[in-house]
């Protein structure tokens, strides 16, 4: 599937099952604004001196419906914005796939936190049709496994200076690598004052 195929990839029908490790559900600090973020259960990166080891296990978390996890963002009128961490959301691929198309046909902002770089998920994808879904349906993606000697608190949405910021609207249109810039904030006084 090309980044030119349609954003309607995964089954149109929202059902099934996604095994979360645990929401948080305004979220300032994983992607600009409110955001809901679902941490994904299981994880087979394992990057030492990860900040959810207990996601790693596919067995642990809880098991939700779609349907539910898509509820609970939609009722939260706060939130413009769904990330997508972990675990590993490219290990749930069909479920992440249907949740991701649901949300960007309902208009929310998608990012993604994966230990997988891109140039491996684009490879991936050609062999799966879900992570290509997911791909095409998501804003913004994190890449790259966490390196805990490459540790920063300085680093703007990412936890290691080996990790990039892929804008992939951007990716997709010129077939390189694009890194997302955080859109300047500009205040004008109201035209009423």
């Known amino acids: 599937m090309s980044a030119q195929d349609s954003a309607q990839c995964a089954d149109a029908q929202v059902s099934g099952d996604i095994r979360i490790f645990g929401v948080v559900e ?4 994983d992607g600009p604004g409110i955001r809901y973020s679902i941490f994904v259960q299981g994880c087979s990166h394992g990057c030492p001196g990860c900040h959810n080891p207990e996601s790693h296990s596919p067995k642990g978390g809880e098991l939700r419906s779609i349907e539910s996890v898509l509820g609970g963002i939609r009722s939260n ?3 413009a914005g769904v990330t ?3 675990g590993e959301p490219f290990e749930q691929p069909h479920a992440c796939a249907v949740l991701a198309q649901q949300l960007k046909a309902d208009g929310y902002n998608i990012w993604i936190f994966t230990g997988y770089l891109y140039e491996d998920l684009m490879k991936m994808s050609q062999a799966n049709p879900d992570i290509a879904c997911l791909l095409n349906n998501i ?5 790259g496994p966490f390196v805990e000697e490459l540790k920063s608190l300085e680093l703007d ?3 290691s200076s080996n990790q ?3 804008d992939l609207a951007k990716t997709r249109d010129v077939g390189a ?3 997302w810039k955080q859109p300047e ?3 004008e006084k109201p035209a009423n004052w």
């Open 77 to 79: 009128k706060l939130i």
């Open 185 to 187: 904030m500009v205040f």
């Open 84 to 86: 997508l961490s972990g």
């Open 157 to 159: 949405w990412r936890g």
């Open 164 to 166: 990039r910021v892929i």
């Open 26 to 29: 305004e979220s300032i600090v």
């Open 139 to 143: 804003d913004v993606l994190v890449d």
């Open 177 to 179: 690598i694009v890194e």
